[in-house]
């Protein structure tokens, strides 16, 4: 790997480490193994380095999506009935909490900053839209090329189900939901579990 790649990778470990307030151009660089100038040099700031750092995180945690498609055997989560193929996928994020509680808990600190910091909230702009796109192929299958108003609202409505799995899980792992919680919810929502008929 050349500097750029030792910068971004350091930088995504420094992030984990310590967060995205508290890491400095000199953590990055004492875990990189470059020089302070390499940055500037490669990504322009710091800010900026740190921007990609993150955004290539969350798209490596969005693997973990894309990995519940498939169980192993050839089956898809397309060859399931759609409530089966919910639960499935959020197994798999539910699953990976321990795992990825670090990026969890970067997002929220990440997500804390918006307002006070522009730049942040334009990088993170374009990449918002795409992820809506990759949860509705994760959990779905939908092509954004084929059907791209089908992905957009699906994406939509995974990505604000995933912010609010993702709080209840950082405040309480015992109380917060599981897939088959969920997918019981949204059964009741759905008018599909049977439940008394409107009077």
């Known amino acids: 790997m050349g500097h750029r790649e030792d910068l971004l990778e350091g930088a995504k470990r420094c992030l984990l480490d ?29 800010e900026a380095l740190l921007n990609l750092a993150f955004l290539k995180l969350t798209e490596e ?45 970067l997002q929220m600190e990440i997500v804390s900053r918006l307002d006070s910091d522009p730049e942040l909230q334009k990088a993170l702009a374009g990449p918002q839209l795409e992820g809506r796109k990759g949860l509705a192929e994760g959990f779905l299958g939908i092509d954004e090329h084929a059907d791209p108003e089908r992905a957009r609202l699906a994406g939509t409505f995974f990505q604000a189900l995933l912010a609010g799995v993702m709080v209840q899980w950082m405040v309480d792992p015992e109380t917060a939901p599981s897939a088959k919680d969920l997918t019981e919810g949204l059964k009741i929502v759905m008018g599909l579990d049977g439940g008394p008929a409107e009077g």
């Open 18 to 46: 310590k967060g995205y307030a508290r890491t400095t151009a000199r953590d990055i660089v004492a875990e990189s193994g470059t020089n302070l100038a390499s940055i500037g040099y490669h990504y322009g700031s710091k």
């Open 61 to 105: 945690w969005g693997d973990v999506i894309a990995e519940s498609r498939a169980d192993g055997e050839g089956a898809t989560a397309e060859d399931l009935p759609p409530l089966e193929r919910f639960e499935r996928g959020w197994a798999k994020v539910i699953g990976s909490y321990e795992e990825s509680r670090p990026v969890w808990k």
